[in-house]
């Protein structure tokens, strides 16, 4: 009797066990159709840029489409918007953007930028790149700054829409160095740089991979970028910081969540198969060239990223005196 009813325990013991170890792995099979990766800007900018070359990636070493869906405007948060209604099923991803740190301190948004959101992985970081159309005048961050000051409120700069980093780094920099421009909001980096190129504005603060194609060809003149150093990409131009405007830094990064409530097990399937196409040299290369630096890391570490970004970015948005339009 004592050994059919120990029998008994060691079987459901197994059982248990088996059970948790089937709920720390993806459902079998998956993916097993096409997986949906939305952005929230336009095609042609950067956030489509780095959203394209990942979902190639990812649809060669898994065999199963990932389909870019690109839905714009308010800075990401229309498409986030969608985004949380989704089935957290695994079949939805979205590409974040510094936009889903800024906009809480910019607009009242109708969902979570924390609790709604499953964070996977950090993709890439990069910096903006101060460029002005080849017919103005300033050849430097100091030209730029004189000219301005003589000419207030009659610079027009270009942004990606509001409260994008495009947008806020033209606004810190106005804020740091005593200069009145006046902004003229796109909807995405790809229409912004398309009437930059025409010559409708003159200055713009363009995400490293959605100008540096521009810049190698001559058609837009670069005076400095963003970040806290110089890029290997552009070694030879200066930061702002060097040229002016001392501990003036802006950096841009771009990542991976799955709605909230995804499966946990599904979320670690895909934070380990980004990582591993992040890792893959065509893909590091074809990043690194356009002037993005792959990242790749744990979905915890991630989650607090994106927690320390919207308390930054509050904090510079209040200084600096930034309102959303």
Same mark, same amino acid.
């Given at each position: 009797m004592q050994h059919s009813f120990l029998t ?17 792995? #993806? ?30 990636? &990812? ?98 700069? #270009? ?8 947008? &806020? ?50 058609? &837009?003149?670069? &005076? ?67 002037? #993005? ?33």
């Amino acid at each position: 009797m004592q050994h059919s009813f120990l029998t008994r325990s060691l079987v459901l013991v197994l059982l248990l066990a088996a059970a948790a170890g089937a709920s720390a792995q #993806a459902p079998a099979g998956y993916p097993n159709k096409p997986i949906r990766f939305v952005v929230g800007f336009p095609p042609g900018g950067t956030n489509d840029i780095v959203a394209r070359a990942l979902g190639q990636k &990812l649809t060669e070493n898994l065999g199963q489409s990932f389909v870019i869906e690109n839905r714009g405007g308010a800075n990401t948060a229309i498409a986030s918007e969608l985004f949380v209604r989704s089935a957290p099923d695994g079949y939805t991803i979205m590409l974040n953007a510094p936009g889903h740190a800024t906009n809480p301190a910019l607009m009242k948004l109708p969902f979570d930028p924390i609790k709604d959101f499953a964070f996977i992985t950090l993709v890439a970081e990069t910096q903006n790149l101060l460029v002005v159309h080849p017919s103005f005048p300033p050849k430097s961050v100091e030209e730029l700054i004189a000219i301005s000051r003589r000419h207030p409120g009659e610079i027009n700069y #270009a942004s990606s829409g509001t409260g994008t980093t495009v947008h &806020l780094s033209a606004e810190l920099f106005q804020y740091m160095a005593g200069v009145k421009w006046v902004h003229i909001p796109y909807k995405g980096g790809g229409p912004a740089v398309i009437e930059l190129l025409a010559g409708q504005t003159s200055v713009y603060f363009g995400n490293l991979p959605t100008v540096i194609q521009h810049v190698r060809a001559g058609k &837009l003149r670069p &005076l400095a970028v963003t970040g806290a150093r110089r890029s290997p990409v552009v070694p030879d131009i200066p930061t702002v910081a060097e040229r002016g405007v001392p501990g003036f830094e802006v950096t841009v990064w771009y990542g991976v969540s799955a709605p909230a409530r995804t499966p946990r097990a599904i979320i670690e399937r895909l934070n380990s198969e980004i990582v591993r196409a992040l890792n893959s040299p065509d893909l590091r290369a074809r990043l690194t060239n356009a002037g #993005a630096d792959p990242v790749g890391n744990p979905p915890e570490q991630y989650a607090a990223f994106v927690q320390n970004e919207i308390v930054k970015w509050a904090k510079v948005i209040e200084a600096a005196g930034i309102k959303g339009e």
